[in-house]
């Protein structure tokens, strides 16, 4: 089976942010390649988006709604509804996820 994918509003602002940070530090090149590779690593999940796992910080406190893939240092988190893959944020993951998490996923 093949699942579609979209996007949160959160995920899509999390992916502007992103190139533009590393744009504004970096360059457009080495922005536009990043975001190239956190684009292929959520496109993948379009074939076997079961591969993921629970978020520990949403584990430990019970919630096994999301899984996570990764393109480091970003952690992508998703959910699975039927035929869909819905990615609702993109982080890096030298933040504290735990509280990040809990602010984003559980509002």
Known sequence: MIYRISYSEAAEHDLYAIH??????????RADMLLEGISQAIFSLKNMPERGHCPQELELIGIRDFREAHFKPYRIIYSLHEDEVVVHCVLDGGRDMQTLLQQRLLQ
């Open 20 to 29: 533009l940070y590393v744009e504004s530090r970096d360059s457009l090149k």
